[in-house]
């Protein structure tokens, strides 16, 4: 039951994900779609969603069985987006079907070496939106740090494996190397989402 709850809680995410997706695509303004962008991590956050950006950055602070769970959550992700860019191209928005196959061009003409990098980027901030809303003891602060993360990572241009779910799902632009790059995405999150707790684990056992 456990797992089924993991796992339904992770689709749940990748819809919140994929609506911020969505707005993004039908922004014209690059600002404006960063901002409200925010809005699928403020929704996993708040409602307690299981997001694999968010969840690997804790891998090392739990058991090995954490680890498995993270996979049943990119699994959960991956479904939750297919199942939200399938249904934007059953609907009229065409400018933001358009959008999104653009966007995957780019993504997918780049070299595996840029991707990975950017990709590591996007979840070095990522790690700090969802330690931001975790830890910060100021109301404030919780949700300005979520929210200027995901703005920097999504103006900068950074790699999401999640938000890319979803794009190669509205764009129809699954094949062997969008497979072959969302994994490279994910082990560059997974990277990312790790250098920063590593390195304050390092600095609490030079403490001791």
């Known amino acids: 039951m456990k797992h089924l709850v993991t796992f339904v809680y992770a689709v749940l995410a990748g819809a919140a994900i994929s609506i911020g997706g969505m707005v993004n ?17 403020f929704a996993v956050c708040t409602l307690g969603l299981a997001l694999f950006t968010g969840k690997i950055c804790y891998v090392f602070e739990n058991p090995p069985s954490y ?21 934007l191209r059953a609907t009229r928005l065409t400018a933001a079907i358009e959008k999104a196959a653009s966007l995957c061009d780019v993504k997918l003409s780049d070299s595996p070496q840029s991707i990975f990098i950017l990709a590591v980027f996007c979840n070095i ?7 931001s809303y ?15 993360g995901v703005v920097v990572f999504v ?13 190669f799902t509205a764009a129809g632009a699954w094949g062997a190397r ?6 490279i995405m994910t082990a560059g999150n997974a990277l990312g989402g790790v250098i920063f707790p590593l390195c304050a684990k390092l600095r609490a056992r030079a403490g001791d």
């Open 25 to 41: 695509l039908c922004c014209e303004s690059k600002a404006l779609g960063a901002a409200l962008f925010s809005v699928g991590l």
């Open 67 to 87: 680890a498995l769970s993270c996979g049943l959550i990119w699994l959960g992700n991956l479904l939750g987006t297919v199942i939200m860019g399938t249904a």
């Open 125 to 131: 901030l990522i790690y700090l939106s969802v330690e």
């Open 134 to 148: 975790r830890a910060n003891p100021h109301q404030l602060g919780k949700y300005l740090g979520l929210f200027l």
């Open 155 to 167: 103006l900068s241009g950074f790699e999401h494996c999640v938000a890319n779910m979803f794009y």
């Open 178 to 183: 969008a497979v072959l790059y969302l994994l």
